[in-house]
C-alpha cells in the first residue's frame, strides 16, 4: 500500500505563503513620486543628507500606505510619521555622544516601549517599529546636522507621500460624494452575498470571517469621517447621514445572514445577488432593482427577508429619516464616544439615553441604525495594558534581541554598527508573524536587493543611478505587500540609495554579511522559552475573545425579544472582532518555530469553537425574536457559566478548580442552544490541556 504523503509542517510552509491581492496603481504612482525624486532634490539644492532623511520619511510612510479613505490614510500614515520623526529626534541626540556601550541600555528602553505598543493596534505597533527603526539610524547613519532638522527632514519625507495620497484623488465615482466610504460600505454588502452565496459549503466559515472584516474597515471609514467632522466644526452633510443609514441596514441584514450561514443549507442564487444590488447602487447611484421575493421557511429566512425589504426601504429614501444640528453627537450615525470604549458597558444611545429600538429601516429605521452604530462604533480594549502580561512578553522580546544584537555590532564594527539591530527591528515584532518565516524572507529579500543594487552599478556610471533605484524600490513597495520577501527587496534597494547618497559607497556587500548575524541572532535570542512561550501572548488575545463571546451570549439569553437590539449588534461585533485578532495570534503561533509544540494547546481548534459558539447564539436570537422557546434561567446561566470558567482556565491555569465543572447538558427543543452546549463541551478539553 503506497504511503500517504506527509503534510509540510506550518513553520516551513510559511515562508512561501503569497497573498493575492490587487495592484494598488495609485499607491505605485505614489511611491515612483518619493524616495527617488526627494533623493534628487536633496542633491541638486546641495544638501543631500536633506535628501538622504526625507526618502528615508517617505519610505517609512509609503510601507503604510495601504488601500482605503483618504481619513485612513491620514491615521495609518501620520502616527507613524510622528513615531518616526519622534524616534529620528531621539536618535540623533544620541549620536552627539558617539558610538559606546552605553548605547545597549538605552535602545534596550526604546525597543521595550516599542515591543510592547505592539498590544496596542496594528497603527501604533507599526508607530512602535518605525520610532525604534529611526532611533537606530539616527544613532548611527554618519549624517550631519542637529536633532531636529533631522527629525523635521524625516517628517517632511513622510507628509510629502501623504500630501500626495491627498491631493492626487481619483475622478468623483457615480454613486456620488464620500467615494472611499461608499466602496467600504459596498465591499460589505459583496461580502455579504460572498457568504450567502458560500453558505452550506466548505467555504462558508471564511466566507463570514470576511464579512465580519469588511465590517470593521467600513467601521472605521465612517468613524474617521465623523471624527474628522467633529474637530472641524463642519455640519453634517445629507450623504453622510444616508450611508450611516445604509450601512445600519448592512449591519442588520448581516445579523440575519449569520443565522442563514448557521443553518448550513445552499441558498437560491437570487438570494445571494440581492446584496450585491446594494453595492451596486452604492458605486453607481442607480436604484437596486427588484430584489429576491420572500420565503418564510425558517426563522433565518423569514428575518433576513425582513431585513432585505428595511435596506430596500433605506436605499429608496432621498433624504435621511432626520437632520440634526451641527452640535448633535452622532453625527454620522455614531456617538459620541471614543472608540476606546468598551462596547458592552452600555446598551443606550448618549444622547438620549433611551434604549436602541429593535427595527432597522421602518418609520424609526434611520434613528435605530444610528443608535446601533452608535454602540457599534465603540472598541473593547481589554487586555491591551503596555505593561500587561502580553505587552511586558512583547516589550522583552523585542528589547532583549535589539541589546544583543547592538552589544555584537559594537563589538565586530563599530563604526557602522546600526545595520544589525535595523534588521532585527524590522524581523522580532510579535505581531508581524512568525519569526522564522520572517527571518528567511528578510534574508532572502536582501541578497536580492543587493545583487540588483550592486548589478545596477556595475552597468550604470554617473550621480543618477542610485536615484533610479531609490525610485525603482519605491515604486514597488505599495505591490510589494503580498511578501515580505519582495518588500525587504524593495527597502534594501531604497536603503542602499541612501547609504551609498550618505558617504558609503561599499556598503553593499556587507549587507549580506550583517543580515546573516541579525537573523541568526533572532532566530537565538528569539527562542528561548519565555519569550517564544505563546501562552501569554495567544493566550490573552483567545481569554478576551471567550469573554466577549460570553458577554454576547449572556445579553442574548437574558434581553427581552425585540428589545436591546443594538447593544446585542455591538455585542456580536465586539465578540467576532476579538475573535478576529484571536485567530491571528494563533495562526502566527501555530507557524512558529517552537521547541516545546506538543505542550502547547490547539489554539486554533478553540477560537474556531467560540466563533461557533458566536454564530450559533446570533442564530439562537433570530429565533427568539420570532417566537422561539426562551430557555430557562438556570439553563442560560449554566452555559455561560461554562463559557466563563474554561475563560477562567485559560487566563491563569494555577487558579483553575481541579475538579472540573459539570459539562453542559443540551437545551430540549432548541437547536441553536444545542449547539453551544456542544461547541462548550469540545472547548473543555483544550481549556484542561493549557
Not at 252 to 274: D, H, I, M, N, T
Not at 654 to 667: C, E, G, K, L, W
Request: charged share 20%; aromatic share 6%.
Amino acid at each position: 500500500m503506497p504511503r500517504a504523503p506527509r503534510a509540510v509542517p506550518a513553520w516551513l510552509a510559511h515562508p512561501f505563503r503569497w497573498q493575492r491581492l490587487p495592484v494598488p496603481w495609485a499607491g505605485v504612482a505614489r511611491g515612483a513620486l518619493c524616495a527617488g525624486p526627494l533623493l534628487g532634490a536633496g542633491i541638486a539644492i546641495g544638501h543631500p543628507e536633506a535628501g538622504v532623511l526625507a526618502g528615508l520619511g517617505s519610505m517609512l510612510a509609503g510601507v503604510n500606505d495601504r488601500p482605503g479613505t483618504r481619513r485612513t490614510g491620514i491615521v495609518h500614515i501620520g502616527l507613524p510619521a510622528l513615531g518616526s520623526a519622534l524616534g529620528m529626534l531621539m536618535g540623533a541626540s544620541l549620536q552627539t555622544a558617539g558610538p559606546g556601550w552605553w548605547l545597549v541600555p538605552a535602545l534596550f528602553a526604546v525597543g521595550f516601549v516599542s515591543g510592547a505598543g505592539s498590544v496596542a493596534g496594528p497603527v501604533r505597533s507599526s508607530a512602535g517599529m518605525q520610532m525604534l527603526a529611526t532611533t537606530i539610524l539616527g544613532a548611527g547613519m554618519p549624517l550631519p546636522g542637529v536633532p531636529g532638522v533631522k527629525a523635521l527632514y524625516v517628517l517632511a519625507g513622510c507628509l510629502w507621500l501623504l500630501l500626495l495620497r491627498l491631493a492626487l484623488r481619483p475622478p468623483r465615482p457615480a454613486g456620488g460624494a464620500l467615494g472611499g466610504e461608499r466602496a467600504a460600505v459596498a465591499r460589505v454588502f459583496d461580502a455579504l452575498a460572498d457568504a450567502l452565496g458560500a453558505a452550506g459549503g466548505p467555504g462558508a466559515e471564511p466566507a463570514r470571517r470576511r464579512l465580519t472584516a469588511a465590517l470593521d474597515r467600513a467601521d472605521e471609514a465612517l468613524r474617521l469621517r465623523r471624527l474628522t467632522g467633529r474637530l472641524l466644526f463642519r455640519r453634517t452633510r445629507t450623504e453622510e447621514l444616508l450611508l450611516a443609514e445604509r450601512f445600519g441596514a448592512a449591519t442588520a441584514l448581516c445579523e440575519a445572514s449569520v443565522a442563514l450561514l448557521w443553518e448550513a443549507r445552499p441558498l437560491p442564487s437570487r438570494v445571494a445577488a440581492s446584496p450585491r444590488q446594494f453595492a451596486d447602487t452604492l458605486r453607481t447611484g442607480r436604484p437596486p432593482g427588484r430584489l429576491s421575493a420572500p420565503e418564510s421557511s425558517s426563522a433565518a429566512r423569514g428575518a433576513f427577508d425582513r431585513a432585505l425589504l428595511d435596506a430596500a426601504v433605506t436605499f429608496a429614501r432621498p433624504q435621511p429619516l432626520s437632520q440634526p444640528s451641527p452640535a448633535t453627537a452622532p453625527a454620522t450615525g455614531f456617538s459620541g464616544g471614543s472608540p476606546a470604549e468598551d462596547a458592552e458597558t452600555t446598551g443606550r444611545d448618549r444622547t438620549s439615553g433611551a434604549e436602541a429600538p429593535a427595527a432597522v429601516g421602518g418609520p424609526q429605521g434611520g434613528t435605530a441604525a444610528r443608535r446601533a452604530l452608535g454602540i457599534i462604533g465603540r472598541r473593547t480594549r481589554r487586555g491591551r495594558s503596555l505593561l500587561g502580561p502580553a505587552g511586558r512578553d512583547y516589550g522583552l522580546r523585542v528589547a532583549v534581541c535589539i541589546a544583543a544584537s547592538t552589544a555584537v555590532a559594537l563589538l565586530l564594527n563599530p563604526h557602522h554598527w546600526y545595520w544589525l539591530p535595523v534588521t532585527v527591528t524590522f524581523l522580532v515584532k510579535p505581531d508581524l508573524g512568525p519569526l522564522f518565516s520572517r527571518t528567511v524572507n528578510r534574508f532572502a529579500g536582501t541578497v536580492a536587493g543587493v545583487l540588483v543594487f550592486a548589478g545596477a552599478g556595475l552597468l550604470l556610471s554617473g550621480w543618477t543611478w542610485p536615484l533610479l533605484m531609490a525610485g525603482l524600490g519605491g515604486t514597488l513597495l505599495p505591490f510589494a505587500t503580498r511578501h515580505f520577501a519582495l518588500q525587504t527587496g524593495a527597502i534594501t534597494l531604497m536603503v542602499l540609495s541612501f547609504v551609498y547618497v550618505g558617504g558609503d559607497p561599499r556598503a553593499a556587500g556587507e549587507r549580506i554579511v550583517d543580515t546573516s548575524i541579525a537573523c541568526g541572532i533572532v532566530l537565538v535570542v528569539g527562542h528561548l522559552p519565555r519569550l517564544a512561550d505563546p501562552r501569554r501572548r495567544v493566550g490573552q488575545r483567545v481569554t478576551s475573545a471567550l469573554r466577549a463571546t460570553e458577554r454576547f451570549l449572556g445579553h442574548v439569553l437574558a434581553s427581552e425579544p425585540g428589545q436591546g437590539t443594538g447593544e446585542r449588534l455591538a455585542l456580536r461585533r465586539a465578540a467576532y472582532r476579538a475573535l478576529g485578532e484571536a485567530r491571528a495570534a494563533a495562526e502566527t503561533a501555530a507557524a512558529e518555530l517552537l521547541a516545546a509544540r506538543d505542550r502547547n494547546p490547539d489554539w486554533l481548534t478553540v477560537v474556531l469553537a467560540a466563533e461557533r459558539i458566536v454564530d450559533a447564539a446570533t442564530a439562537c436570537a433570530v429565533r427568539l425574536d420570532h417566537g422561539a422557546r426562551r430557555p430557562s434561567a438556570d439553563e442560560a446561566a449554566r452555559l455561560c457559566q461554562a463559557l466563563s470558567a474554561m475563560a477562567d482556565a485559560l487566563e491563569d491555569p494555577s487558579d483553575s478548580p481541579r475538579t472540573p465543572a459539570p459539562p453542559p447538558r443540551p437545551v430540549p427543543d432548541c437547536a441553536t442552544l444545542t449547539d453551544v452546549a456542544a461547541e462548550l463541551e469540545h472547548l473543555r478539553g483544550y481549556a484542561g490541556a493549557v
